[in-house]
């Protein structure tokens, strides 16, 4: 082969970008929504709460629940009764949005129509809906709203619809306020998280906090054998950090500390602040090891410490708001968003393909019917217009005929979605979509990051060096 031939030979990947996929299964895959090469990244950052750290949601979001329920009675002296509520460990999803005027919570499309809505565990019928949310544009950073956009969220979602719930069964507090009762809420989960009773639980009991993804140290690993250089940049504090990463980035028997994975550490980070606000950092001094370990900071005083900015730097982490939009749109680093729940999703998604399939069926099935209708229709008119004595009867036994098949059909459709909306979640279907829109979570998770994957180790099913090169998008004109 000559070289002007071996030049004119493009990157196989660029040229396959799906090649590799074929052999990894859905719920491991990556997904791009603006391309990315892995080739010209310098720096790959860590967010580490739900993003290095995959917590036991079952565990310690019943814990926070019930802590903070507890601090309600004992601190704001809510009904004792209410102690004996138990936490839904379904009902919360991010993206969600509560309404603290009318003690409602809200799933929204990407439009900000409100497209569910709880009283609560009582769902609001479409008319009250309309009544309450259509009249003008949902302002959603007015204090009326509170979103949960990060994990850490989801029982408080819980806790205050089952208080809503239970309060009002047994006779409303004279003088409390939904909005009131949602701050109390709000006071008693930052309570827990705060004082050591959350913490003082974890401690004794971490094998139950974590799930442990026996991936992790190699996909780190990997990444710098390929000559990306790490850090860690999280909210929590060293001492947390420490315990934490000692646990989930267990080595096996090679022994290496989780620390001698990183080239910088960076804790108390206070993203989103970290990324538009200039607070100093203060060096740690850490007896363990040498690795630069800072508190605090801002992003200009990481990005001169590294040498690297921009779309050098790859930055990992779960939370919309503190880890991807603030990074990407100040200071253009790339980003990977890790939603864990994708794993589901994408698990109802395959299950639910045969549903899927008949749905379609079914529709295509209407199309027909409706249009046999139409011409139906049509004929009648026409005889009756020239006063044809025509088969009267007999049109209208068609047409009912064919009517009464639309309506079963669409029975039919009706109840095989409510069948897969549920097996998502009972309470508000798909995390990403809601009545075939993106929801605002989906929308955001689209908008914000460049890839998203449920988890950080996916990486390791991908070749290192990958060009991660989105789909293409058509307008719907030009489907
Ligand atoms: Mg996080």
Not at 457 to 472: A, Q
Request: with cysteine.
């Amino acid at each position: 082969m000559s070289d002007t031939t071996r030049e004119s030979v493009p990157d196989r990947e660029a040229v396959h970008p799906h090649f590799y996929e074929q052999f990894i299964e859905k719920q491991h895959r990556i997904f791009v929504n603006r391309n990315l090469r892995m080739r010209s990244i310098r720096w790959v950052g860590f967010d580490m709460d739900h993003t290095l750290a995959l917590y036991n949601r079952n565990f310690i979001e019943a814990l926070a629940f019930d802590l903070s329920l507890q601090a309600l009675v004992r601190e704001k002296d809510y009904p004792r009764e209410l102690l004996g509520i138990r936490y839904d460990p379904d009902f919360g999803i991010r993206g969600l949005v509560v309404d603290k005027e009318e003690g409602n919570i809200l799933k929204m499309d990407r439009f900000h129509y409100v497209a569910v809505a709880y009283h609560g565990f009582r769902v609001l019928d479409k008319e009250t809906r309309k009544g309450l949310y259509t009249s003008e544009p949902m302002q959603l950073s007015s204090p009326r709203f509170w979103s949960s956009d990060t994990l850490f969220g989801l029982p408080e979602i819980a806790l205050y619809a089952s208080v809503v719930e239970a309060l009002e069964e047994m006779g409303w507090p004279p003088g409390l306020t939904y909005r009131q009762a949602f701050t109390d809420i709000r006071t008693c989960v930052d309570l827990v998280h705060k004082d050591d009773s959350l913490k003082s639980i974890f401690r004794e009991r971490r094998g139950e906090c974590f799930l442990s993804d026996p991936r992790l140290v190699a996909t780190l690993d990997r990444f710098r054998t390929e000559g990306q250089r790490l850090f860690l940049l999280t909210n929590s504090d060293y001492e947390y950090t420490d315990w934490v990463l000692s646990w989930v980035m267990n080595d096996g028997e090679r022994g290496r500390p989780w620390w001698s994975f990183f080239d910088l550490i960076v804790t108390d980070s206070h993203k989103p602040g970290f990324f538009h606000e200039g607070i100093p950092w203060k060096r740690l001094a850490i007896a363990d090891h040498e690795v630069p370990s800072f508190s605090g900071g801002n992003v200009r005083l990481l990005e001169d410490h590294i040498g690297a900015r921009g779309d050098e730097i790859l930055y990992i982490g779960d939370h919309i708001f503190g880890d991807i939009l603030r990074s990407k749109k100040s200071r253009g680093w790339r980003t990977v968003m890790v939603v864990e729940e994708l794993e589901h999703e994408i698990r109802v998604g395959l299950a639910t393909e045969e549903q899927r399939a008949v749905i379609d069926q079914l529709e295509m099935a209407n199309s027909d019917l409706l249009a046999r209708v139409a011409r139906l229709r049509r004929r009648q008119e026409r005889a009756a217009a020239v006063g044809a004595p025509g088969p009267g009867d007999a049109f209208s036994a068609e047409e009912k005929e064919l009517e009464s098949r639309l309506t079963r059909n669409l029975l039919r459709i009706n109840e095989l979605e409510e069948e897969i909306r549920r097996r998502y979640n009972p309470w508000w279907g798909s995390l990403c979509k809601v009545d075939g829109e993106l929801s605002r979570f989906g929308d955001q998770m689209r908008d914000f990051a460049c890839l998203y994957t449920a988890r950080v180790s996916n990486f390791l099913y991908y070749p290192p060096k990958r060009y991660f090169l989105s789909p293409v998008e058509f307008l719907p004109h030009e489907i």
